[in-house]
């Protein structure tokens, strides 16, 4: 499992080999103090950018004739 947090300059990119409620709980609050810990970047006035990503790792079955 893979949690990212962001924050205007900051990012926090944390990977878990647990894939449970309680280490991403555990995880989440990992992150957050960091975050909180880090100093901001200032950021030039513009757009924010947005984006997203997906993954799988189940294979898509072939084409039956």
């Known amino acids: 499992m893979r949690l990212t ?3 205007p300059g900051r990012e926090i990119d944390i990977e878990l080999a647990q894939n449970t409620q309680a ?9 957050l103090r960091l975050i909180a810990a ?21 294979e898509r079955a072939p084409d039956e004739d």
């Open 5 to 7: 947090v962001r924050a």
């Open 38 to 58: 880090l100093p901001a970047d200032e950021e030039e006035p513009g757009e924010t950018p947005f984006g997203f990503s997906l993954s799988t790792d189940t």
């Open 23 to 31: 280490a991403l709980k555990t995880a989440e609050g990992v992150a």
